[in-house]
């Protein structure tokens, strides 16, 4: 029976490795424009180069203080990519103004002592500057002798022509619509100019600058979004936001019954289950959002971004501890709950076949994983080529935002025990319960599991949603025919290889190296577990 099990695994695993060539290779046949548009959105500059480049600018025009500190964020302009993207333009656009990047770095410049942040937006294909805002504190502003320039909009207009804009091709924007008021209100007089020829789809190019005591404080170019694009945007973004609420809900649910679980079998559960695996996670995910201390100052305002960044750090740590207790209570509840139906979802260390069943988890852990790749693969292209689904950069989640890239597929590891644990190993057990139907029981916890994965910025929202319940049902069947710790394994696994595969830059061989160790991560995990386990028994066993 074991070896027809493994035969079976074996069989998937090789159709899902030629779904996913298929797809690939297919999708480039298709499509071979959107190798050339992933091209552009790589740095060919380095984050340092990218400071030193900010830093000479601001101390031409702004006259920067000796004792400053620097840094370096990758950012993206989301909303014009989506927008293109939904509209088909993006190839165009990439063509015909290659001088407007959707993604670059942004530069950080906090003047120590002086109250006064710049930020500066600087191409990563070639260093040349693409805007700036100067902000000053209120604190430092009343300390600060006014010279106030005799007209603002002659100095915004010098601006327009130093970067190389005629403002006889532009009409002002007058008056300021209230989200370009927003964005000016703390950095001086706002004015907008609209282009009348540079134009993609139905976004135009718009000039954005803020004129504070003569000086030019702002100046941003970019593609005005239609409001109906916006509109739609928002809509997308609200159905995410309600679908993860459900989620966090039924979620607080499921780990107060798991806790409800908990105390009635109190003295019949053994409280050591799961602290290893609960540990485990919570010191991976801690150390991920340290690790994402620059991706959290991305979303900054007008000012230092460090203290919101912190700010949100520290509640992330809350809300991470609180979800590892959740973990420890599903770990106990749903082990716990199999047991009275008379199953052992996985041995555990004093087991002696515990390396055994570790090693044959892990080999059935990379041929399931690698069967979901094909079915996820497969799953892109469809909603790609017939449900017009596409994806746009999410600076506060790149890699190119994280302190220590290589620490990232660590991950993998953290949303394997979490996820197994409260949707797979408690979530089928009380659902089958409660509504005694085992699709049914598979079914419902993945459709939890999938309600938190829409907040990825993917559109059309539903399509992850569906995505991701059918990837959840995968999980829920191979859980009930091969246990715990082969979805563990394999959720790790599967996370591990993308996660891997996202170092790979082809220029940088140590980070492509730290990519490649992760992808093979999961194995020496097994067969580390494998060979302690055999050596320490053998030890115990002599003594």
């Known amino acids: 029976m074991k070896r027809i099990a493994e035969s079976s695994l074996l069989k998937l695993a090789v159709f899902g490795i030629i779904l996913y060539l298929a797809v690939l290779f297919g999708s480039s046949w298709l499509h071979p424009e959107d190798a050339a548009e992933t091209g552009e ?3 060919k500059v380095t984050k340092q180069q990218a400071a030193d480049a900010a830093v000479r600018f601001v101390r031409d025009r702004f006259s920067l203080a000796e004792d400053y500190a620097a840094s370096t964020l990758f950012q993206s302009h989301s909303d014009r990519s989506g927008y293109l993207q939904k509209e088909q333009l993006l190839e165009t656009y990439l063509k015909s103004y290659p001088d407007y990047p959707i993604d670059y770095f942004e530069v ?20 040349r500057i693409l805007g700036w805002s100067a902000f000053t504190s209120p604190a430092a502003k009343r300390q600060t002798v006014s010279s106030e320039a005799s007209n603002p909009r ?37 004015f907008v100019y609209i282009s009348k020829s540079k134009q993609i789809g139905e976004a135009r190019l718009r000039l954005l600058l803020a004129v ?34 459900i989620s966090m809900l039924a979620s607080l649910l499921m780990a107060a019954a798991a806790l409800v679980v908990v105390i009635r079998y109190r003295r019949q559960i053994t409280f050591r289950r799961g602290l290893f695996l609960t540990a485990s996670f919570l010191a991976i995910y801690i150390t991920n959002n340290f690790n994402m201390i620059p991706a959290l100052r991305t979303m900054h305002s007008n000012g230092p971004s460090q203290w919101e960044a912190t700010f949100n750090l520290w509640f992330l740590n809350i809300v991470i501890a609180l979800m590892a207790v959740s973990v420890y209570f599903s770990f106990l509840a749903g082990r716990h709950m199999w047991k009275l139906r008379g199953w052992i979802t996985c041995p555990v260390w004093a087991d002696d076949g515990f390396g055994r069943h570790a090693r044959s988890a892990m080999f059935r852990g990379y041929l399931l994983c690698l069967f979901i790749l094909g079915i996820q693969q497969t799953l892109y292209f ?3 080529e017939y449900f017009d689904v596409w994806a746009v950069n999410d600076p506060s989640d790149s890699v190119l935002n994280m302190t220590v890239p290589g620490l990232f597929p660590l991950m993998a590891w953290a949303a394997a025990i979490s996820e197994e644990a409260v949707y797979r190993l408690f979530g089928i057990a009380i659902f089958l319960k409660l509504v005694r139907n085992r699709f049914a029981a598979v079914l419902i916890p993945g459709m939890i599991w999938a309600l938190s994965h829409t907040q990825y910025p993917i559109y059309p929202v539903y399509t992850r949603f569906i995505e991701v319940t059918i990837i ?3 999980f829920g069947y191979a859980f009930l025919k091969y246990g715990f710790m082969t979805v563990l394994f394999a959720h790790a696994s599967m996370d591990s290889i993308l996660m891997g595969l996202s170092l790979f830059d082809g220029e940088h061989w140590t980070i492509s ?5 992760y992808i093979v991560f999961p194995a020496l995990i097994g067969w580390a577990a494998y060979w302690l386990h055999a050596r320490l028994r053998r030890s115990f066993k002599k003594t």
């Open 513 to 517: 190296a730290i990519g490649l160790f």
């Open 382 to 384: 469809i909603a790609g």
């Open 212 to 245: 504070s005591e003569g000086k030019t404080t702002a100046f941003h170019a970019d593609f005005g979004i239609p409001a109906s694009f916006k509109s739609w945007q928002d809509e997308q973004n609200d159905n995410a936001s309600t679908m993860t609420r």
């Open 41 to 43: 959105s790589l740095p």
């Open 472 to 474: 959840g049902l995968i």
């Open 154 to 190: 002659e100095a915004a207009e010098r601006t327009m022509a130093e970067q190389g804009y005629s403002p006889a091709d532009f009409s002002e924007a007058s008056p300021l619509d209230p989200e370009d008021r927003q964005k000016t209100s703390a950095l001086g007089t706002g």
């Open 108 to 127: 950080e410049i906090n003047e120590n002592g002086t109250g006064k942040t710049y930020y500066v937006d600087v191409d990563f294909a070639n260093l």
